[in-house]
């Protein structure tokens, strides 16, 4: 081949090669560079599933744009021999950097951090690699030298509308075969399960391990031998090996190389902010870092199970939970984990080590409800992170009446065990505002039922009037039913002239009865922008709920999205807000979406993906997956975005959110006719039933109905439709936003 010209390249030497590929460095006849070409050894060129693989090769890298991943140029093919045409990268692999030494502990980070990224990346195209091995990274000799991802040929692509990919990888792998490099395989590798992006993960560690400590993690003689130690044995931690190395870098690697999914990082972007937080750390000088390092005194109280037969009671054993997480949070002293992170983990039996160090705290509380006519039994128990040791547990046989003083008596033996105490002479409590325990049942049931969005809203909503019909000064129901009342509109299920307006009614009382709550201020906030468009009001109840509660999530949330990005256009703001929110729920899939959709409408595309990736991986939702259409849409990852939005329109029941949304992407990417039949088969469904004016302006848009858009977005103004406080700043706006008919609506709005 050297000395060869093939189509325009000269190859000019031989750089290397393996059973699935030899590689030659070429001389760009057009463009005057060097690059490298990839070719099929001579006895897989007619292999037709080694051709598929070399092929999907070329195409799952194509579609990635990272600096930490070798880039493709083009898959050509000429006397019968196909080859891919790569980046010229001039270094080693990192292969052949370890060689049986430990790579430096910077350098070690800095590659780590690089690779973890690369993955995210590939992840959020529903690309995963499945053969992340020394040998697949090559590390630049510029500068400290940087890390490139090779060799895409076993990876699993998600085809389009199949966001786990089957059909793909079903085409390519025969039945029982493990895909793989063995000694940096994953169990359910080995065991030929299903694979999702956290194979990677586990294939990361085993790599991590390696240039740690010079050694892979997993041995042994034979095939056999090496397959029984990956699904069996627990690595020597590196600390053991390599004492010099801080302990937050084994609880890496030990927290990636857990047998089971569940428990290892949930996303490689979790990873690299776990690399990236352990070099800050060592950067100010602690060696000895542990991932539970925190406040001397955290905890996370874990979803309650339910023992009771009657499942209905799963509600009241989640808000016993969420009432003792509400009490805890009142101590200063001691930093509690949010309620959306610590039920993450419900349903789930994770080790109390993988808790501890996702959720940043070296304490859980978990326990159990078992509820009977008129009695309650319940059990709990304090666990030390670190070594599993009960701290303290206790049972408690009561009347269901006293149910307030258990959740006090449980709040207060926690403060006591971990020596942290109210100041002043403030006493701890449960705070349930009521008395009347029927109205308590229902609202722990409608707040439940309001965290999960969709349909379930209009039930939260007649729980909470339940509820204040059982007890009329309950504040904390009528700021649950003014929260519901103000989605329905919103999502469109009501319509907003009749909704809102009752909306507004149980938000104001819930202010009148405890002004001290800051559900109630910021649900009145909500309703008073969506509805009243009053911006200056709104601003003034968000910011006194988050003075009464600066960790409540919704408020933050809402005040992020609604106000400083869709109605303020202050996107650093809201973003910053955002991050906050996170960074107090960092398991939050909803926190996640919020500051993925602020960053989508700063232009940060590439931070917007990135965050509604990982939104998607910790809450499989309507609303997690709509943001991620929105994140791809704003990258202009048009055919993706398509792709997403189709799960979004399945999870929704095409909801006219998701479809107003597939047109734009559709009009974007040039193909109107799909714009147009997404808003033919809006009009069609708005002649049945109640359609959102304001969606139906998008779609029409889209389609290139202006005229059309235009009345539609006079109906939202004049039935004060909730969408239409975005429409100055969402992107999806811009086409109604570019006639000066719209631009009137927008000064009648007061929004110019």
């Not at 070099?279 to 539970?292: E, H, K, Y």
């Given at each position: 081949m050297i000395g060869q010209t093939i189509s325009h390249y000269r190859v000019i030497e031989k750089l290397g090669g393996g059973g699935m590929g030899v590689v030659y460095k070429a001389e760009d006849a057009r463009l005057d560079r060097f690059v490298a070409l990839k070719f099929l050894p001579g006895e897989l060129a007619h292999d037709r599933q080694a051709m598929e693989r070399f092929r999907r090769e070329a195409k799952a890298a194509s579609a990635l744009n990272h600096p930490n991943i070798c880039t493709i140029h083009e898959i050509d093919e000429q006397n019968g021999m196909v080859f891919i045409v790569m980046e010229f990268l001039d270094g080693v692999t990192l292969e052949h950097l370890i060689h049986g030494q430990p790579v430096e502990l910077d350098r070690l980070l800095l590659l780590s951090s690089e690779i973890a990224d690369a993955l995210a990346a590939a992840h959020s195209k529903k690309i995963i690699h499945r053969d992340i091995k020394p040998g697949n990274i090559f590390v630049s000799r510029n500068g400290n030298g940087h890390a490139k991802v090779l060799d895409f040929g076993l990876a699993k692509m998600a085809a389009p509308g199949n966001k786990e990919g089957e059909t793909a990888t079903l085409t390519l792998t025969q039945a029982g075969m493990a895909m793989g490099t063995l000694p940096y395989m994953s169990p359910e590798q080995l065991r030929c399960q299903r694979v999702d992006h956290r194979t990677d993960i586990f294939s990361m560690g085993a790599v991590l391990y390696e240039m740690a400590t010079g050694q892979r993690p997993f041995v042994g003689g034979t095939t056999m031998e090496l397959s029984s130690s990956i699904l069996r044995d627990t690595p020597k931690a590196v600390t053991e090996l390599r004492p010099e190395l801080p302990s937050g870098l084994q609880k890496i690697v030990e927290r990636c190389l857990v047998k089971e999914l569940a428990e290892r990082y949930s996303s490689a972007q979790e990873l690299r902010d776990a690399v990236d937080q352990?070099?800050?750390?060592?950067?100010?000088?602690?060696?000895?870092?542990?991932?539970?390092?925190?406040a001397e005194a955290s905890i996370a109280v874990l979803p309650f199970t339910n023992m009771s037969a009657d499942p209905e009671n799963e509600f009241f054993a989640d808000g016993i939970t969420e009432e003792i997480i509400n009490a805890l949070t009142k101590i200063e002293e001691l930093r509690v984990a949010a309620r959306t992170s610590a039920f993450s983990f419900k349903g789930k039996h994770v080790d109390m080590r993988i808790v501890g160090e996702r959720l940043n705290v070296k304490t859980v509380l978990e326990g159990s409800v078992r509820k009977a006519g008129n009695r309650v039994r319940i059990m709990a128990q304090l666990v030390n992170v670190a070594d599993g040791y009960h701290l303290w547990s206790e049972r408690y046989d009561r009347e269901l009446k006293d149910i307030f003083e258990v959740q006090d008596e449980i709040s207060g033996a926690i403060a006591d065990r971990l020596k942290v105490a109210l100041k002043g002479s403030q006493q701890l409590s449960v705070k349930a505002g009521t008395s009347n325990l029927e109205a308590y049942q229902l609202y722990l049931k409608g707040r439940a039922l309001l965290y999960r969005r969709g349909?379930?809203?209009?039930?939260?909503?007649?729980?909470?009037?339940?509820?204040?019909?059982?007890?009329?000064?309950?504040?904390?129901?009528?700021?649950?039913?003014?929260?519901?009342?103000?989605?329905?509109?919103?999502?469109?299920?009501?319509?907003?002239?009749?909704?809102?307006?009752?909306?507004?009614?149980?938000?104001?009382?819930a202010v009148a009865l405890d002004p001290m709550l800051a559900e109630a201020h910021c649900s009145l906030a909500c309703i008073s922008l969506l509805h009243d468009w009053e911006r200056d009001k709104a601003e003034v109840g968000f910011l006194r709920a988050r003075e009464l509660n600066p960790r409540y999530l919704q408020n933050l949330d809402w005040f992020a999205m609604f106000y400083l990005v869709w109605a303020r256009g202050r996107f650093d703001e809201g973003i910053a807000i955002a991050k906050q929110a996170v960074e107090y729920d960092p398991l939050s899939g909803y926190a996640q979406a919020m500051l993925a959709f602020a960053y989508g409408h700063s232009g940060s595309g590439k931070e917007a993906v990135q965050a509604a990736s990982s939104a998607t991986q910790l809450e499989e939702s309507f609303l997690t997956y709509w943001v991620l259409q929105q994140a791809l849409h704003a990258d202009r990852q048009f055919e993706e975005a398509v792709a997403v939005g189709e799960t979004a329109l399945a999870l929704s029941g095409r909801h006219a959110l998701a479809m107003s949304s597939q047109a734009m992407i559709f009009a974007d990417w040039g193909k109107t006719s799909a714009a147009q039949a997404l808003y033919a088969e809006l009009v069609a469904r708005a002649s049945q039933a109640y359609g959102q004016p304001s969606h139906l302006a998008i779609a029409a848009s889209a389609a290139g109905e202006l005229d059309k858009a235009v009345a539609h977005a006079s109906e939202a103004f004049e039935i004060r439709d909730p969408m239409l406080i975005a429409a100055k700043y969402w992107p999806v706006f811009v086409r109604l936003r570019e006639d000066p008919r719209f631009d009137e609506i927008l000064v009648r709005m007061g929004w110019k």
């Open positions: 352990l070099r800050r750390d060592l950067s100010s000088g602690s060696r000895n870092v542990s991932a539970a390092g925190g349909l379930d809203i209009r039930r939260a909503a007649n729980c909470f009037e339940s509820a204040v019909a059982f007890d009329s000064q309950y504040a904390l129901a009528w700021a649950g039913l003014g929260d519901a009342r103000t989605m329905l509109g919103l999502y469109g299920l009501e319509r907003p002239q009749v909704i809102m307006p009752r909306a507004k009614e149980a938000a104001t009382q």
